[in-house]
């Protein structure tokens, strides 16, 4: 018999496994705390439960599913940016990112992705499958136990598009927000999508309380076609009332991610457009956060970088009229572990 992977099954799972094995219910929660607090990757060593049960464990179940494939560290921040090999041979990125007072991980949802935007390296990989919700928690361990560090961040901005995995981006989320399990703050877990206008709304009636991010990067549906393919046909006023039901149902802000390239969506004109279309749909902004994200070369050079002084003409524009905006500083710029630089 194929063994299963031990980090796919829900907690109600692990207890029914338990009972069937007649282990008393309590173990239940010994084998979660030494999976998702301990973190510990192997059912040998789970020393507080019977010996005969940890080894009907190691028999059906593989905890460990995902492999080391690469680690470059990057000198200028001690970003890393890691590969894994799924058990099916798959290579899927993940990046640690150490800030000042916290510890982030971006992770991969899918094996490529489907979207395929023209200015981003994982739209280049050809589009596989989703990761299963275990091969997305299982990042975030490999990462703690790799580096030594507690992760206390999650953002889904790796390979693939989390609103296209739904179901298994939001039993991974659950998880992850689970105080006996990984329990990392709701505040601060980002899911990052290109503007999936339906699961949006979906999402939004989850009501997990974490954090949304739409890539807009566009203030008109024309500037918006030209950049993200035209599959995704979306236009800009609808998916920005969709994030803003999400702040509606969550007690959350929304980020509007724009990243800014030379001589598409860089000049004030286009600021003007956005604030302009939010002054007819959310006059207030209170609850929206726009953050500039530089352009990051990727393989194919097809854009270019703003000046500096452009992008702060830009965000300059947006304060002014009342959008809390921030410029994303670039980390492990030096590895290629940029937004948009994470090929496989
Ligand atoms: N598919 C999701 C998750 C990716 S998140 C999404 O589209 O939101 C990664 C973020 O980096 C997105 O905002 C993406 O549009 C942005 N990005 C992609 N390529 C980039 C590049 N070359 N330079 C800067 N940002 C880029």
Redesign the pocket.
């Known amino acids: 018999m194929r063994k299963k992977y031990f980090l796919d099954l829900e907690e109600k799972d692990i207890y029914d496994l338990v009972i069937k094995n007649g282990e008393k219910k309590f173990c239940a929660e010994q084998v979660i705390d030494w999976v998702y607090k301990k973190k510990v990757e192997d059912f040998l060593q789970f020393s507080n439960l019977s010996k005969r049960f940890r080894e009907v464990l190691a028999d059906k179940y593989i905890l460990s599913g995902l492999k080391l494939y690469s680690k470059e560290v990057s000198k200028k921040d001690g970003t890393i940016k890691f590969k894994f090999k799924t058990i099916d041979e798959k290579v899927i990125p993940t990046v640690f990112l150490p800030k000042k007072d916290k510890n982030i991980v971006c992770i991969s949802t899918q094996v490529g992705?489907g979207?395929g935007?023209c200015?981003?390296?994982?739209g280049k990989v050809e589009f596989e499958r989703n990761l299963s919700q275990g091969e997305i928690l299982e990042q975030v361990i490999k990462v703690e136990n790799i580096t030594g560090k507690k992760v206390n961040g999650i953002l889904?901005?790796?390979m693939?598009?989390?609103l296209l995995n739904y179901e298994n981006v939001i039993l991974a989320i659950k998880k992850f927000i689970n105080p006996k399990m990984f329990a990392i703050g709701r505040k601060h877990i980002t899911v990052?999508?290109?503007g999936l206008v339906k699961k949006i709304y979906d999402l939004s009636l989850e009501r997990l309380g974490i954090r949304l991010?739409?890539?807009l990067?566009a203030s008109n549906d024309i500037v918006r076609k030209m950049i993200v393919p035209t599959r995704i046909s979306y236009k800009i006023e609808e998916i920005l009332k969709s994030g803003l039901f999400y702040t509606t149902q969550n007690d959350s802000d929304l980020t509007i991610?724009y990243?800014i390239l030379k001589n598409v969506n860089d000049s004030i004109n286009f600021a003007s457009e956005l604030v302009n279309m939010f002054n007819k749909i959310y006059p207030d902004k209170k609850k929206v956060k726009v953050n500039l994200?530089?352009?990051?070369?990727?393989y194919e050079k097809k854009?270019v970088k703003p000046k500096q002084e452009k992008i702060l003409e830009f965000q300059e524009y947006l304060k002014k009229n009342g959008f809390l905006t921030f410029i994303r500083l670039p980390q492990g710029k030096d590895i290629n572990a940029?937004?948009?630089?994470l090929g496989c």
Do not use: K, L, R, V
Request: hydrophobic fraction near 30%; glycine fraction near 12%.
């Open positions: 992705c979207i935007c200015f981003c390296n994982s889904f901005m790796g693939g598009e989390p990052s999508t290109i991010a739409i890539s990067h991610e990243m994200i530089p352009y990051n070369d990727t854009f940029g937004c948009g630089q």
